[in-house]
């Protein structure tokens, strides 16, 4: 069992058995403030990197994700519908009911040092957020870091969280690395209604200027930009001077897609929290998941207009790979 939890009063329950994995899962809860009311499931996975397929058009073929479920509890987060596949529903269960791999760092490490392993880019945080609350307690991600680092693996990880921080000396130790920040508003209700457990973005933004500072390319997503609620030229606009001063590297922004069970849990949100708006987005998501072109076009225009604001891009240059030091003779093997 590889648990890394330290310094917490935790319960153990019984074990349950999750599709997909072959022992009981232990079930354990946290006597801490922002871990009330939900059970994280520590399981040891098979394996850790997944091949994206091609017809997905993401610019990278692996992730990795050492968490399912989220606490941040985005109620527009595409990745909610994943959570059915282990029996678990897509609204309350993602945000209550979250999966710990607890044996990534070791798995990163066989399969990053594989000799069929071609060095592909690696991406984090294309599914549920890797920086997400319970990641201070597990701390899985550094050995990941170091898997990359020392395999000579690109990468890269989307948060929404500053927390990434913790880990800044080991980003400069890998040759290809960057990151990314989630910002879709500043608006404080908006922010509080939409995405309640996340950090607060204005700590995002700080986060994004000190990884820059550190020579580390950081961008910023505003995304998703939801119709009549954070999509004022105005608001795009501020959040993008902020990232300008912030040093972002890049910045881009999507339109809200409500897919499978998503559109249920936003349209509930909705109705609770924006009842004015949801005859527009009943008309806007009348057809499917997303919203109709013109809407989507009009999104993208908010976002090219703010780009004259960032800075010109300097060349890359791949930092050098840390040295190891050397290997100890061997001792023979104990057993």
């Given at each position: ?8 009063t ?8 999750l ?20 059970r994280f499931y520590?399981?040891e996975?098979?394996?850790i ?22 606490t941040h509890a ?12 282990l029996?678990?529903d897509?609204g ?8 710990v ?10 399969e990053?040092s594989k ?6 880019h690696?991406?984090?945080?294309t599914?549920t957020d890797?920086?997400q ?10 050995g990941?870091?170091e898997?990359m680092?020392?395999?000579?693996t ?5 948060t ?6 913790r ?11 960057a ?6 508003t500043?608006?404080?209700?908006a922010?509080?209604a939409?995405e309640?457990?996340t950090p ?8 994004v200027?000190?990884?820059n500072r ?8 505003v995304?998703p ?5 954070n999509?004022?030229p ?12 912030a040093g ?20 509930d949100?909705?109705?609770?929290h ?8 009943e008309k806007?998501y009348?057809?499917g998941?997303y919203?109709p ?7 993208q225009?908010?976002?090219?207009a703010g780009r004259?604001?960032l ?15 050397p ?8 057993f």
């Amino acid at each position: 069992m590889f648990v890394r939890w330290k310094d917490l009063t935790v319960e153990a329950e019984e074990g349950r058995r999750l599709p997909g994995y072959r022992e009981p899962a232990t079930v354990r809860t946290f006597d801490a403030p922002e871990a009330l009311d939900t059970r994280f499931y520590e399981i040891e996975a098979r394996s850790i990197l997944n091949k994206v397929p091609k017809a997905s058009q993401m610019p990278f073929r692996w992730t990795i994700n050492p968490y399912r479920g989220c606490t941040h509890a985005c109620v527009y987060c595409f990745a909610r519908p994943t959570h059915t596949y282990l029996d678990f529903d897509a609204g309350r269960d993602f945000e209550r009911e979250i999966v710990v791999k607890v044996n990534t760092p070791e798995l990163a490490r066989a399969e990053l040092s594989k000799k069929s392993w071609k060095h592909e880019h690696v991406a984090l945080g294309t599914n549920t957020d890797p920086y997400q609350w319970v990641e201070k307690r597990y701390e899985l991600l550094p050995g990941v870091w170091e898997a990359m680092r020392d395999s000579g693996t690109p990468c890269s990880v989307l948060t929404k969280s500053p927390l990434l921080l913790r880990d800044i000396e080991l980003f400069k130790q890998i040759p290809d690395f960057a990151a990314n920040l989630s910002i879709p508003t500043l608006d404080e209700k908006a922010w509080r209604a939409s995405e309640p457990h996340t950090p607060h973005p204005r700590k995002r933004v700080e986060a994004v200027a000190e990884l820059n500072r550190a020579g580390i390319p950081t961008g910023v997503l505003v995304a998703p930009l939801m119709p009549g609620i954070n999509d004022s030229p105005e608001q795009v606009e501020r959040i993008l001077e902020l990232c300008a001063e912030a040093g972002a590297v890049s910045v881009g922004g999507i339109c809200l897609h409500l897919r499978g069970e998503v559109r249920d849990v936003f349209m509930d949100w909705l109705r609770s929290h924006r009842p004015d708006l949801v005859p527009r987005y009943e008309k806007l998501y009348a057809r499917g998941a997303y919203a109709p072109k013109e809407e989507r076009e009009r999104i993208q225009r908010l976002i090219r207009a703010g780009r004259r604001l960032l800075p010109e891009p300097a060349p890359f240059r791949p930092r050098r790979r840390r040295e190891r030091a050397p290997e100890p003779e061997p001792q023979g093997t104990l057993f």
